[in-house]
């Protein structure tokens, strides 16, 4: 391919300046050019000259335009007839200011660039955290009228927030006491293996699902895409009512997400009738929910399908596994339905005081508890992002105003030569319009990257968070609120500067001392802003890195563990403790055998729910002998097999743990905590003491079972990191008392540091126990990570937010010194001449520097400790006097103060005395 010639070269640029000027002016613009550089014939060098014609083409039009007064002179007699429009004048008027603001941001490309990058980090930082308060916190669930919503929850006996699931026996009873007010319905949790209808035999995987009475997801007003709802044949039964039955007699009915739909079934358009095997047993596909249903919003958020809830004839009123939900009727209120309730409990609680003493009842609105959680770092993040937006705002004016000051003398010249006060105010004013709008689309760009990569690290903690986007309504208030926010900052430094006299304009660059003591209250506010900023960071930084490092309980380094459920139909009765229960020990004790023998494994055990990750069964407990009636103890119910203990650390504290003998046939034992032995047993001082003691469950009646105390193991932490450990027992497989317990976790600890294979393990487990239903392996290391991601993600989020304005400080410390080196630099000559050393000049512009930074660093830990109330609801185990915070705050504002002086002091102290003197 040949080069294009010098003519094709001329060719281009004559048709470009053509365009903008016509053929008359188009050689001048070739000629400037010309000048400048004669073109090269290099692609990059042709693109590069046609932007130079552009600019210069636009230029002379602009110098070249008739002011609005020429306009309006006549030639030839008759001044209206030559006249134009006013409103075009207007126009011509904007047009023309807007192009030159435009150049003269092109000639400063600097300044320009330092002002955009200055907005578009604040925008980015604002758009995307309020995209994200607004998507979480205040955007109306997906739901039909979601503010006639309820949530209903048991309550304890001190008044806690834990929101508790109910019984059976309480659902039914508030329902029928709550038919006027609202209508009731609730879902329990269920994770099916769903499998082949051919092949029952072949591997199956776990599928979180709710078992649901008939009236919940008709309640939500969400209509299906494809097929139906249940329908009344499938509601639950009351405990009176005679089994009902299901939309077919042999199978059992189903509504699957659309998720499920797509990627399990095929996303065939004939699903609706089709059969699914759910542990074993036939469903029948009724319905396709739609791809953004998701219910409940606080709770098994990750469900993917529904089946019916059947509470049986005779439903218990002690168990509570049930997730109660309402809907508001027609004119009812909130309140309304919580006092119905509360009498109903009530009466409840005097009828069966074994098990309801203590408790109450609560009622929520249903968008509460999914966000009750969230709404505090959020709203921390909040604050940190319009504390950024304002650093950017504080900054930008910072700089508009030394631009302003250093176009003293051009302006006073524009003015002499006849140029309107106004014209030149419109003028600075469209500088920052420019400046607001070009940031404010760029920030809005960076923050759909922000966005994404917050909702990577946060998306699984943080409540609705996959679902935020950057609405374009957001995208559309930024920008208007830039474009308002541009012409105030322009338009009061513009409308001070434009209107003061022309002698003192003429003095150009000189100092002013009311100008420099602006300058230095808008860096100090600046670093008062930073200074908040990483305190903030600082404290929540300190509270991760303790959450991150507490102590644990149990070791989980190289541990997978692996979630699995036995099908009814597949259980082995055998070693049930009660005639008819189901126990899945036998099942388990086969399996660890098989997987002990593994080369891979160096210990295995299992657990009904894993500490941090699973549910949690409570129960009441009591020490016999020692207990009243009323001095139970709440607890958290495990069951485990002997060797769960090895697999993870577990530290014994006296006694010992679990062994192969301790069988069905054998006397009942239990392990407990530390925190239970202190509960049951509180003036006992040693553990020893309390191994052999026996524990009665549920009442201290002499047909209450009864177990000895074998061992005490120390706390482990069960829930959320920042809750206290709490009273937790642990019972073998073995003689476990819950019959409903089909589920359990396997744990592997790998041999020499190694972690099990994945993939075999689950061929394994497959071929071990045909038809398990399998879930996904994880390392204990990754589910401790991910119960911690929205503090780490807040940590980060904020680190980074205190590094931004960290910068934006010291460039505006930077803008500050080095105008004012400027203004002093005759004042700085002539020290040098009479002898000063050049430290000392020097160290003018750090005093100077050190001097703003303090202030700033004393407004801004005033009002991070004003606010020091609200930030320790969000803090673990850190106070605000922590003095690696402020030391290292102290430490940071210090850097940033030297780092904005160092330039503008070293080049005060360089100064040639001469040249200074001569030029002033």
């Given at each position: 391919?040949?080069?294009?010639?010098?003519?094709?070269?001329?060719?281009?640029?004559?048709?470009?300046?053509?365009?903008?000027?016509?053929?008359?002016?188009?050689?001048?613009?070739?000629?400037?050019?010309y000048?400048e550089?004669?073109?090269?014939?290099?692609?990059?060098?042709?693109?590069?000259?046609s932007?130079?014609?552009?600019?210069?083409?636009?230029?002379?039009?602009?110098q070249?335009?008739?002011?609005?007064?020429?306009?309006?002179?006549?030639?030839?007699?008759?001044?209206?007839?030559?006249?134009?429009?006013?409103?075009?004048?207007?126009?011509?008027?904007?047009?023309?200011?807007?192009?030159?603001?435009?150049?003269?941001?092109?000639?400063?490309?600097?300044?320009?660039?330092?002002?955009?990058?200055?907005?578009?980090?604040?925008?980015?930082?604002?758009?995307?955290?309020?995209?994200?308060?607004?998507?979480?916190?205040?955007?109306?669930?997906?739901?039909?009228?979601?503010?006639?919503?309820?949530?209903?929850?048991?309550?304890e006996?001190?008044?806690?927030?834990?929101?508790?699931?109910?019984?059976?026996?309480?659902?039914?009873?508030?329902?029928?006491?709550?038919?006027?007010?609202?209508t009731?319905?609730?879902?329990?949790?269920?994770?099916?293996?769903?499998?082949?209808?051919?092949?029952?035999?072949?591997?199956?995987?776990?599928?979180?699902g709710?078992?649901?009475?008939?009236?919940?997801?008709?309640?939500?007003?969400?209509?299906?895409?494809?097929?139906?709802?249940?329908?009344?044949?499938?509601?639950?039964?009351?405990?009176t009512?005679?089994?009902?039955?299901h939309?077919?007699?042999?199978?059992?009915?189903?509504?699957?997400?659309?998720?499920?739909?797509?990627?399990?079934?095929?996303?065939?358009?004939?699903?609706?009738?089709?059969?699914?095997?759910?542990?074993?047993?036939?469903?029948?596909?009724?319905?396709?929910?739609?791809?953004?249903?998701?219910?409940?919003?606080?709770?098994?958020?990750?469900?993917?399908?529904?089946?019916?809830?059947?509470?049986?004839?005779?439903?218990?009123?002690?168990?509570?596994?049930?997730?109660?939900?309402?809907?508001?009727?027609?004119?009812a209120?909130?309140?309304?339905?919580?006092?119905?309730l509360?009498?109903?409990?009530?009466?409840?609680?005097?009828?069966?005081?074994?098990?309801?003493t203590?408790?109450?009842?609560?009622v929520?609105?249903?968008?509460?508890?999914?966000?009750?959680?969230?709404?505090?770092?959020?709203?921390?993040?909040?604050?940190?992002?319009?504390i950024?937006?304002?650093?950017?705002?504080?900054?930008?004016?910072?700089?508009?105003?030394?631009?302003?000051?250093?176009?003293?003398?051009?302006?006073?010249?524009?003015?002499?030569?006849?140029?309107?006060?106004?014209?030149?105010?419109?003028?600075?004013?469209?500088?920052?319009?420019?400046?607001?709008?070009?940031?404010?689309?760029?920030?809005?760009?960076?923050?759909?990257?922000?966005?994404?990569?917050?909702?990577?690290?946060?998306?699984?903690?943080?409540?609705?968070?996959?679902?935020v986007?950057?609405?374009?309504?957001?995208?559309?208030?930024?920008?208007?609120?830039?474009?308002?926010?541009?012409?105030?900052?322009?338009?009061?430094?513009?409308?001070?500067?434009?209107?003061?006299?022309?002698?003192?304009?003429?003095?150009?660059?000189?100092?002013?001392?009311?100008?420099?003591?602006?300058?230095?209250?808008?860096?100090?506010?600046?670093?008062?802003?930073?200074?908040?900023?990483?305190?903030?960071?600082?404290?929540?930084?300190?509270?991760?890195?303790?959450?991150?490092?507490?102590?644990?309980?149990?070791?989980?380094?190289?541990?997978?563990?692996?979630?699995?459920?036995?099908?009814?139909?597949?259980?082995?009765?055998?070693?049930?403790?009660?005639?008819?229960?189901?126990?899945?020990?036998?099942?388990?004790?086969?399996?660890?055998?098989?997987?002990?023998?593994?080369?891979?494994?160096?210990?295995?055990?299992?657990?009904?729910?894993?500490?941090?990750?699973?549910?949690?069964?409570?129960?009441?407990?009591?020490?016999?002998?020692?207990?009243?009636?009323?001095?139970?103890?709440?607890?958290?119910?495990?069951?485990?097999?002997?060797?769960?203990?090895?697999?993870?650390?577990?530290?014994?504290?006296?006694?010992?743990?679990f062994?192969?003998?301790?069988?069905?046939?054998?006397?009942?034992?239990?392990?407990?905590?530390?925190?239970?032995?202190?509960?049951?047993?509180?003036?006992?001082?040693?553990?020893?003491?309390?191994?052999?003691?026996?524990?009665?469950?549920?009442?201290?009646?002499?047909d209450?079972?009864?177990?000895?105390?074998?061992?005490?193991?120390?706390?482990?932490?069960?829930?959320?990191?920042?809750e206290?450990?709490?009273?937790?027992?642990?019972?073998?497989?073995?003689?476990?008392?819950?019959?409903?317990?089909?589920?359990?976790?396997?744990v592997?600890?790998?041999?020499?540091?190694?972690?099990?294979?994945?993939?075999?393990?689950?061929?394994?487990?497959?071929?071990?126990?045909?038809?398990?239903?399998?879930?996904?392996?994880?390392?204990?290391?990754?589910?401790?990570?991910?119960?911690?991601?929205d503090?780490?993600?807040?940590?980060?989020?904020?680190?980074?937010?205190?590094?931004?304005?960290?910068?934006?400080?010291?460039?505006?410390?930077?803008?500050?010194l080095?105008?004012?080196?400027?203004?002093?630099?005759?004042?700085?000559?002539?020290?040098?001449?009479?002898?000063?050393?050049?430290?000392?000049?020097?160290?003018?512009?750090?005093?100077?520097?050190?001097?703003?930074?303090?202030?700033?660093?004393?407004?801004?830990?005033?009002?991070?400790?004003?606010?020091?109330?609200?930030?320790?609801?969000?803090?673990?185990?850190?106070?605000?006097?922590?003095?690696?915070v402020?030391?290292?705050?102290?430490?940071?504002?210090?850097?940033?103060?030297?780092?904005?002086?160092?330039?503008?002091?070293?080049?005060?102290?360089?100064?040639?005395?001469?040249?200074?003197?001569?030029?002033?």
């Amino acid at each position: 391919m040949s080069r294009p010639s010098k003519e094709a070269d001329r060719s281009l640029l004559l048709r470009i300046a053509a365009a903008i000027l016509g053929p008359e002016m188009a050689d001048e613009v070739l000629g400037d050019l010309y000048q400048e550089a004669p073109p090269a014939s290099s692609r990059r060098s042709r693109l590069a000259l046609s932007l130079r014609a552009v600019h210069l083409a636009i230029a002379i039009r602009a110098q070249r335009s008739p002011a609005p007064v020429e306009a309006a002179q006549t030639v030839g007699g008759d001044q209206h007839s030559q006249r134009a429009p006013k409103g075009s004048q207007t126009w011509a008027v904007i047009g023309q200011e807007l192009i030159h603001a435009w150049l003269r941001l092109v000639r400063a490309p600097a300044y320009s660039a330092l002002s955009l990058l200055t907005v578009a980090i604040g925008i980015c930082g604002a758009v995307a955290i309020l995209s994200v308060v607004n998507g979480v916190l205040l955007r109306p669930l997906n739901f039909d009228a979601p503010e006639e919503l309820m949530a209903v929850f048991t309550t304890e006996r001190d008044g806690n927030e834990l929101r508790n699931p109910s019984s059976p026996a309480d659902f039914l009873d508030w329902k029928r006491a709550s038919g006027d007010i609202a209508t009731l319905a609730a879902a329990t949790y269920w994770a099916p293996g769903i499998g082949p209808i051919d092949n029952p035999d072949s591997s199956v995987e776990k599928i979180v699902g709710l078992r649901v009475t008939v009236g919940l997801l008709s309640m939500l007003g969400v209509e299906p895409i494809l097929g139906r709802l249940f329908s009344p044949l499938s509601q639950e039964f009351s405990s009176t009512a005679e089994p009902a039955l299901h939309d077919r007699t042999d199978t059992r009915s189903a509504v699957v997400s659309w998720h499920t739909w797509q990627n399990r079934l095929g996303g065939r358009s004939d699903v609706i009738g089709k059969e699914i095997m759910l542990d074993g047993t036939r469903h029948v596909v009724i319905g396709v929910m739609p791809k953004s249903f998701a219910f409940p919003p606080f709770w098994a958020t990750d469900a993917e399908l529904w089946a019916p809830l059947e509470l049986g004839v005779d439903p218990t009123r002690g168990g509570r596994f049930l997730r109660v939900f309402a809907r508001l009727a027609s004119g009812a209120s909130m309140s309304a339905l919580g006092e119905r309730l509360a009498t109903v409990h009530q009466d409840i609680s005097v009828e069966h005081p074994e098990t309801h003493t203590g408790t109450g009842v609560a009622v929520e609105r249903l968008k509460e508890p999914m966000v009750s959680g969230s709404r505090a770092p959020l709203l921390m993040l909040a604050t940190g992002s319009l504390i950024l937006l304002a650093l950017m705002a504080t900054n930008l004016a910072g700089l508009l105003f030394t631009k302003g000051i250093e176009r003293r003398g051009m302006l006073a010249t524009q003015l002499a030569l006849g140029a309107s006060r106004r014209r030149l105010t419109l003028g600075i004013m469209f500088e920052s319009l420019i400046l607001m709008i070009g940031g404010a689309i760029a920030g809005t760009a960076l923050a759909l990257v922000a966005l994404k990569a917050f909702q990577s690290l946060a998306a699984d903690s943080v409540p609705r968070l996959a679902g935020v986007v950057i609405e374009p309504s957001t995208w559309l208030i930024s920008i208007a609120t830039m474009a308002l926010l541009g012409l105030a900052i322009g338009f009061f430094p513009g409308l001070r500067l434009v209107f003061e006299s022309e002698n003192r304009l003429a003095q150009g660059a000189a100092r002013f001392p009311r100008a420099e003591r602006s300058r230095r209250l808008i860096v100090a506010a600046e670093i008062a802003l930073t200074t908040g900023l990483l305190l903030l960071a600082g404290f929540v930084g300190q509270s991760f890195q303790r959450l991150a490092g507490q102590d644990l309980g149990f070791e989980i380094n190289h541990v997978t563990t692996l979630g699995l459920d036995v099908p009814d139909d597949r259980l082995d009765a055998a070693g049930s403790m009660v005639e008819g229960d189901q126990n899945i020990a036998p099942q388990l004790d086969h399996l660890i055998d098989e997987l002990a023998a593994l080369p891979a494994v160096s210990s295995v055990g299992a657990i009904n729910h894993l500490p941090l990750a699973g549910d949690l069964w409570r129960g009441k407990m009591f020490a016999v002998g020692f207990s009243a009636p009323d001095d139970d103890v709440r607890t958290t119910l495990r069951v485990a097999t002997p060797g769960y203990a090895d697999v993870m650390a577990l530290r014994l504290l006296a006694g010992r743990f679990f062994e192969p003998s301790d069988r069905s046939d054998s006397e009942r034992v239990v392990v407990i905590n530390r925190a239970l032995a202190e509960a049951l047993w509180p003036k006992r001082s040693r553990e020893g003491t309390v191994v052999g003691s026996m524990i009665a469950q549920d009442n201290l009646d002499d047909d209450s079972p009864r177990a000895k105390v074998i061992g005490i193991i120390d706390n482990v932490k069960q829930s959320l990191l920042e809750e206290p450990a709490a009273p937790e027992i642990y019972f073998p497989f073995s003689q476990n008392p819950y019959s409903f317990a089909r589920s359990a976790t396997v744990v592997l600890r790998g041999n020499q540091g190694g972690v099990v294979d994945a993939t075999v393990l689950m061929e394994f487990v497959t071929k071990a126990i045909p038809g398990v239903a399998l879930g996904k392996p994880q390392s204990l290391q990754h589910i401790v990570a991910g119960d911690l991601s929205d503090e780490r993600a807040r940590t980060l989020v904020l680190l980074l937010f205190a590094a931004v304005a960290s910068l934006l400080a010291t460039t505006g410390l930077f803008g500050v010194l080095a105008f004012s080196a400027a203004q002093r630099r005759r004042e700085f000559g002539l020290r040098l001449a009479l002898g000063s050393p050049r430290p000392e000049v020097a160290w003018l512009i750090l005093r100077e520097g050190v001097a703003v930074a303090a202030g700033g660093l004393i407004v801004g830990a005033a009002a991070a400790l004003a606010l020091g109330s609200w930030l320790q609801t969000v803090l673990y185990e850190t106070s605000l006097s922590e003095p690696a915070v402020w030391g290292g705050v102290l430490l940071t504002v210090t850097a940033l103060a030297i780092a904005g002086s160092l330039i503008p002091a070293y080049r005060a102290s360089r100064t040639d005395p001469t040249s200074a003197l001569n030029r002033y």
